[in-house]
Nanobody, 124 residues
């Protein structure tokens, strides 16, 4: 079992940056692939980025165009999402997710564990 708690969301002006954190509990954290998704009101949940268990491999949604960076610190049981050049269309609830399957990628159905989400609001 893995429990996930996101933090770091908030209100930010367009062009600004935020770093989201996802703290995990559970002894299996370091063996899980970790991902970030987001969901805006009335929209489907959208994949953003995934990082493998060691942090040596990452994959991003094409739509991010290099603005977001995922990383993890297994010693701290934490995964991060650095978000730069934020736009109003980035406004959403951001979720982290964990999967014990090493080939987990973009589908939300690959992930067994989810946090409660953190709100990010970008104003122009």
């Amino acid at each position: 079992q893995v429990q996930l708690v996101e933090s770091g969301g908030g209100l930010v002006q367009a062009g600004g940056s935020l770093r989201l954190s996802c703290a995990a509990s559970g002894r299996t954290f370091s063996s899980n692939a970790m991902a970030w998704f987001r969901q805006a009101p009335g929209e489907e949940r959208e994949f953003l980025a995934v990082i493998n268990w060691s942090g040596g491999s990452t994959y991003y949604a094409d739509s991010l165009k290099g603005r977001f960076t995922i990383s993890r610190d297994n010693a701290k049981n934490t995964v991060y999402l650095q978000m730069n050049s934020l736009k109003p269309e980035d406004t959403a609830v951001y979720y982290c997710a964990a999967s014990p399957r090493p080939n987990s990628r973009t589908s939300q159905y690959d992930y067994d564990y989810w946090g409660q989400g953190t709100q990010v609001t970008v104003f122009s």
